[in-house]
Structures are given as C-alpha cells and as structure tokens.
C-alpha cells in the first residue's frame, strides 16, 4: 500500500495496544471518524519486555483495512528483523529502542533510504547524549516517560528527571538548527500536555491516560479533547521557555 506523502495532524498517536485487541477495527474507525490520521504500533519481541500484545501477522491485516498513516515503535533485541517487515507491510514511521542497537546510524540510513521517518526511541534512564551524534539523521526521537513495555503495570511513573531531559532534548535540536521533533510516550494524560509543549514536544501518545481512559466518553469525545488542548497549549505557550 502506497504511503501518505503528507500528514496534516501528527500531534496525536493512538497506542494499538490500548485499545479493544478484539474490537480492534471498530476503535480504528472511530478513530478516522474523527479526524485522527496516525496510529502509533508497539512491536515487542518478548525480550526486550515481557510483553508480545501485537503479532506482524495482525499488524498486516490491519494494513488492509485502513489507511491510517502507521507509527512503529520497535522494541526488540533484533531490529533489523523487524523493520524489514514492517517496512513490507506499510509502516510510514518507525523507532527504535537505542539501548539494543550497536550501529544506531546504520539502521537510521536505512529507514530513510526505504522512505521511512526514521527515529530512536530513549527508556527514561538512557541519556540524550547517546544521540548526540546521529541527531541529524532523526526525523523525530520517541522518549518513553516510563519504562517501555511497562504500560499495563500501574507501579510504573514517570520517571524523575523525564521533564528535565525532554526540555534538554529540545534545546540540543534548536542549538543545531534541526527540524527533528519529538514524540512522548508513556502516562500522557490531558493535565501534563500543555507543560510538555512548553518544553517542546509536539507528538503525543495516547492510550489509557487519555484517549482510551474509562471515562464515559467515546474515543471520538477524548480525541476532539486531546486535539482542543494540544491546538490551545501550542498557540498559547513559548516552546521551549518553561525549565522551572
């Protein structure tokens, strides 16, 4: 399937995997009902995490059926596995974990010499330094507010220090004068949005903290909420500016 050359809203990327697995096509729907256009995928191997929610068999039917534009996130020891798959299946987004990959730029090269947004993931505890050096090449940089893998485990916060680290983050891109963006993952609810756009993320993942939250509300209803207060923080905050 031929990939989207344009995204008009990559502000919001609905988790997969916190969605009805049974009801999987029906969420996704509603989804595109309203308006949403990326859907962020989990891929993990069972090592990296103990945790295997989404099979690439699954991953391939749902290709079929939609053409939401699809955000992977691998989290694996084999990454190359993985990305040659779902590059095959129709993936026009993709990260990885940096902590299992020895040669970062190599996997980076080739994502985006198959057409692919190319990015590396960071667990809370990995230091942005380890990017230092492969910045350029990043479309975006996935930083996990918790431990990846982790999500279903309710002891799991985010981490001390992930506030200080993403404004960090966005200040190494502005020295450089890149246009690498970042994405943030992991107990994103509606309240610490508009804080972590003042620091200069500008993706947003969304799963059982807001989009998927038991709340009463349809998935259409969450996501016309989080896409009101992502478009009010991003007009109304200075990006970059609040390191209190």
């Not at 918790?146 to 966005?170: H, M, V, W």
Request: proline share 3%; hydrophobic share 40%.
């Amino acid at each position: 399937m031929q990939k989207k050359e344009i995204i008009m809203n990559k502000s919001i990327s609905p988790s997969l995997i916190c969605m009805d697995l049974c009801n999987m096509e029906r969420a996704v729907r509603e989804l595109e009902d309203s308006g949403c256009e990326m859907l962020h995928i989990d891929v993990i191997d069972g090592y990296f995490s103990p945790s295997m929610p989404i099979g690439l068999d699954m991953i391939r039917q749902l290709r079929k059926k939609t053409d939401m534009y699809f955000d992977a996130h691998i989290m694996a020891k084999d990454n190359m596995f993985f990305m040659e798959q779902l590059a095959d299946i129709g993936v026009g987004r993709m990260c990885f974990q940096i902590e299992t990959e020895i040669h970062i730029n190599k996997k980076l090269s080739w994502l985006k010499s198959n057409g692919i947004e190319a990015g590396v993931a960071l667990a809370p505890g990995t230091s942005i330094s380890l990017i230092e050096y492969v910045l350029e090449q990043c479309d975006f940089v996935l930083l996990m507010m918790i431990n990846p893998g982790f999500a279903s485990d309710k002891t799991e916060k985010i981490s001390d220090g992930c506030r200080q680290k993403l404004g960090d983050l966005y200040e190494m891109i502005q020295r450089r004068g890149l246009q690498t963006t970042i994405t943030v993952d992991g107990r994103i609810s509606p309240d610490v949005i508009p804080l972590y756009i003042t620091l200069g993320a500008q993706t947003f993942v969304a799963g059982t903290s807001s989009l998927f939250v038991k709340n009463g509300c349809s998935i259409r209803e969450n996501f016309e909420t989080l896409d009101g207060i992502i478009k009010n923080a991003t007009r109304g905050e200075n990006i970059g500016n609040d390191r209190k």
